[in-house]
């Protein structure tokens, strides 16, 4: 009997149909996902008027979501890791579209606060575990590449909330763009089919010939016997995988990471719950300020998909520590009276390297834990991000509830990228020096 080594198959297979079907589900899976969630943005203005909101209100009622966010990552990545990522995925799609769209029927900031929890456990908990299936089925010479064109998804989600948003708004009211929420809802019996299992949890369940077909399929070159003994590192889980998140001399990355997690969602949702706002109050059309937010998920495809390339050839860590810093110059000249195309270029340059770096975030983390504790470790990294996610809005809220000059409120909200700066360089640092002591540890074994 032959033993083969699952991850050297997934990781020296060619490019192929699968891969373009793990990757074109999951990411369609982001799109709507993105879409759920920017979509509060696109109406904010809106709903403030016809509900009379203050910009705390209006805050707060956005932070809804994000708290179901957080509950939902620290509670579907650990959970996928016990009942498969696939199932864990198919209850994400149910609670973000189907709450989605009931928010188009909310008739009270309550009722709308409710669905917006609800379909944010959906939201929070699906990316770790689309994240973690990509990384896992993904060549490695092209893993952060393709996590990072994955998750672009997210970018064209909230491209599509503030493009649809701009044709559908102004015929049919605020609620249209929650209905065009249930698409996936249709779509999901066909995720169900297609999407394969990890291959991870197969083995550790003991659906030994499932995982051989699914692998032919990851490489139909490669020679699998029938008798063949598949073994996969760290297959078996020992201990709590959240303490496993801290043992091995994993604990100051992890919290490294945790940060750079909490400082970039706050970036990201600050500038997509209020840019909108932001630009109408000084003194763009409502169009105009969508429009902005348009550009500011084009500018993150390109942000990650680039990130995700120097990623692959260069440092992922060492790359985002370089983004975060450009994010934080680039969000304070936004608020500096500049001519269009500069600031339009601005507004793109602060997608790229906020939405572009949480993207690349999620590709990190996935690289950096083991298959068995991926779930976990990306659920929680989200999750404790989402506290991030949380301040954004209301600190945005807060400062225009205080009218402070409109420079004040960017430079408030590029501060934290400066701090994800200092977290990821010290994770790349600790990552080498890890580095080092095991090949002096290999070395000196042999």
Not at 33 to 56: A, F, H, R
Not at 128 to 135: S, Y
Not at 195 to 220: H, I, N, W, Y
Not at 302 to 323: E, Q, S, T, W, Y
Request: proline share 4%; net charge positive; aromatic share 12%.
């Amino acid at each position: 009997m032959r033993k083969t080594d699952v991850h050297h198959i997934i990781d020296n297979a060619r490019f192929n149909r699968f891969h373009w079907m793990v990757l074109f589900w999951c990411a369609l899976i982001i799109i709507f996902d993105g879409y759920d969630l920017v979509i509060y943005g696109v109406v904010l203005p809106l709903i403030m008027k016809e509900w009379g909101l203050t910009p705390l209100e209006a805050g707060a009622l956005g932070s809804y979501a994000l708290f179901g966010m957080m509950f939902g990552a620290l509670f579907f990545g650990p959970l996928a890791d016990k009942i498969g990522r696939k199932k864990a995925i198919t209850l994400c799609v149910v609670l973000f579209s189907g709450f989605t769209v009931l928010n188009g029927f909310a008739d009270s900031p309550t009722e709308f606060g409710i669905c917006r929890f609800i379909a944010g456990l959906g939201i929070g908990g699906v990316m770790p575990n689309v994240v973690a299936l990509m990384n896992e089925y993904a060549p490695k010479k092209i893993r952060s590449t393709l996590v990072a064109i994955m998750f672009s998804g997210y970018s064209v989600g909230g491209m599509l909330s503030a493009g649809l948003g701009m044709v559908l708004i102004p015929q049919f009211g605020w609620q249209a763009v929650f209905f065009v929420a249930g698409i996936p809802l249709l779509l999901l019996p066909l995720v169900v089919y297609l999407l394969p299992e990890s291959v991870g949890f197969m083995l550790r369940k003991g659906r030994t010939e499932e995982a051989r077909q699914v692998l032919k399929r990851v490489d139909p070159a490669y020679d699998l016997r029938a008798d063949d003994q598949l073994q996969m590192a760290a297959v078996k889980s020992t201990g709590t995988p959240v303490l496993q998140l801290f043992s091995d001399g994993r604990a100051l990355r992890t919290l490294m990471l945790w940060l750079a997690f909490f400082c970039c969602l706050l970036m990201v949702y600050a500038l997509s719950s209020w840019l909108p706002k932001l630009m109408a109050n000084a003194g763009y059309s409502l169009g105009s300020s969508l429009s902005f937010l348009l550009v500011l998920n084009f500018g993150a495809i390109f942000g990650a998909i680039g990130g995700g390339v120097m990623g692959d050839k260069l440092n992922l860590p060492r790359v985002l520590a370089v983004f975060f810093v450009i994010a934080a110059v680039s969000i304070t000249l936004l608020g500096i009276k500049s001519p269009t195309p500069v600031l339009y270029l601005l507004i793109a340059i602060a997608g790229a390297t906020t939405i572009g770096s949480q993207i690349l975030l999620y590709a990190c983390a996935a690289q950096f834990y083991s298959m068995n504790i991926r779930s976990t470790g990306l659920g929680w990294a989200s999750g404790i991000g989402r506290n991030g996610a949380i301040v954004g809005p209301l600190l945005g809220g807060a400062l225009l509830g205080i009218s402070l000059p409109l420079q004040y409120n960017f430079m408030a909200f590029a501060l934290p990228g400066a701090v994800a700066a200092i977290a990821m360089s010290v994770f790349a640092i600790s990552s080498q020096r890890s580095s080092r002591a095991a090949q002096a540890s290999v070395a000196a074994a042999s």
